[in-house]
C-alpha cells in the first residue's frame, strides 16, 4: 500500500461537555475517499481540523505525510482544496474576479491566471457566466464555483463537506460526474456526506463510516463486505411457503413485487432451505442469486451491528 495521502491519529476534539470526534483514525489513500456518517456525527469537526481552523484536543493529522500542526503549514496548504458545507463569496463579485483574487493570493502570474480561470470555468460549466455577479448564481452554480476557486492553484488534494447536500438531483448529478473527471485527472478527494446513494454513483475507492465522532468501520467497500460477511439475496417467486421457510434463517424479509430480499451472512443454508422447499411443493424457482452490500447497506449494517453491541454491553 502506497503512503496515505491523510492520516489521523487518535484524533480528538472536545467542546466543553461535548466529545464531537473521538480517538478517530483514519487513513486515506489516492481516489476518492468518503466519510460517510449521519447529521451530527463529527465530520465536518473532523475537515476543519484538517484544514487548521479547529485545534484537536488531542492526537494529530498528518497530510502528505507532515503533521499540519507542526511543520510548514503553508506548504501543505498549498496542495490543498477546500470547499466548505456552506462556503461563503464575495457575492458582488463575478467569478472571473473572484478567480483572479484567488490567483493573486497564490502569487500566480498574469497569464496564468488568465489561463487557468478558462480552463475552470470550462471544467465546471460557468464560461458563460462568467461575468454574472455570484448574489445572482443559483445553488449548484455557488457550489461549481467553489470547486473552481479550490482547484485554481491546481491542488493534488481536494477537501469536500457535504458537497452535494444543498443541490436539486440535475445539480447532484453535475457534481458527481465532475469529482469523477477530476480523479481520472489524478486528485484524491476527500467528501463528506449524509447521502450515501452519491457515494455510490461516485465509485468511491474507500469509505469511512463514523458515529458520535467514532469510527465504526474503514475500507475499501469489497474489503468491508469481507467483515461484514453479509449479501443481499434475491429469491423470486415470492411464495407464501418460501417466506414461511426464509422467517426460520432470517429476520427482515423484504418484498418487491414477485421477488423477496434479505440480508444474511448464511447464504448456502438460505439456498438449501429454498430449495428443500421448493421440491417439496412443487415450486419453481425463477431467481435465486446473490450481491455484495452496496455502501448504503454497508452503512446501515454497520450502524445495526454497533447498536446491537451498545444494548448487548
Do not use: C
Not at 465530520?43 to 488531542?58: A, D, E, N, R, Y
Not at 492526537?59 to 503553508?74: P, V
Not at 415470492?238 to 423484504?254: C, D, M, Q, T, Y
Amino acid at each position: 500500500m502506497k503512503d496515505p495521502i491523510i492520516q489521523t491519529f487518535s484524533l480528538t476534539k472536545a467542546f466543553k461537555d461535548v466529545i464531537a470526534v473521538k480517538n478517530l483514525n483514519l487513513k486515506v489513500s489516492r481516489g476518492i475517499y468518503g466519510l460517510l456518517g449521519l447529521n451530527g456525527a463529527g465530520k465536518t469537526t473532523t475537515i476543519k481540523m484538517m484544514v487548521g481552523s479547529l485545534f484537536p484536543t488531542q492526537g494529530s493529522i498528518e497530510i502528505f505525510g507532515q503533521n499540519i500542526h507542526r511543520n510548514a503549514k503553508m506548504d501543505i496548504h498549498k496542495r490543498i482544496g477546500y470547499v466548505p458545507e456552506h462556503p461563503t463569496y464575495f457575492l458582488s463579485m463575478t467569478a472571473e474576479k473572484l478567480l483572479t483574487y484567488i490567483g493573486s493570493v497564490f502569487q500566480m502570474s498574469i497569464q496564468e491566471i488568465k489561463r487557468r480561470i478558462t480552463e475552470l470555468l470550462r471544467l465546471v460549466e460557468l464560461t458563460d457566466a462568467k461575468s454574472r455577479i455570484i448574489a445572482k448564481y443559483s445553488a449548484g452554480m455557488k457550489q461549481r464555483i467553489g470547486i473552481a476557486q479550490a482547484l485554481m492553484n491546481d491542488p493534488e488534494l481536494l477537501i469536500l463537506d457535504e458537497i452535494t447536500s444543498n443541490l436539486d438531483p440535475i445539480g447532484r448529478n453535475q457534481m458527481i460526474e465532475l469529482l469523477k473527471d477530476l480523479k481520472k485527472q489524478g486528485k484524491t478527494i476527500f467528501i463528506s456526506t449524509h447521502v450515501l446513494p452519491e457515494i455510490q454513483k461516485m465509485n468511491a475507492d474507500s469509505i469511512a463510516i463514523i458515529d458520535h465522532g467514532h469510527l465504526i468501520m474503514e475500507g475499501t467497500v469489497d474489503k468491508l463486505n469481507e467483515e461484514l460477511k453479509t449479501k443481499e439475496i434475491v429469491i423470486s417467486p415470492n411464495h407464501k411457503l418460501l417466506r414461511e421457510a426464509l422467517f426460520s434463517v432470517v429476520s427482515n424479509i423484504k418484498e418487491e413485487e414477485d421477488t423477496l430480499v434479505v440480508n444474511t451472512d448464511k447464504l448456502d443454508e438460505v439456498w438449501q432451505l429454498i430449495a428443500k422447499v421448493a421440491l417439496q411443493n412443487n415450486i419453481l424457482i425463477k431467481e435465486f442469486r446473490s450481491t455484495f452490500l452496496n455502501i448504503e447497506q454497508i452503512f446501515m449494517k454497520a450502524l445495526n451491528s454497533k447498536q446491537i453491541e451498545g444494548i448487548e454491553k
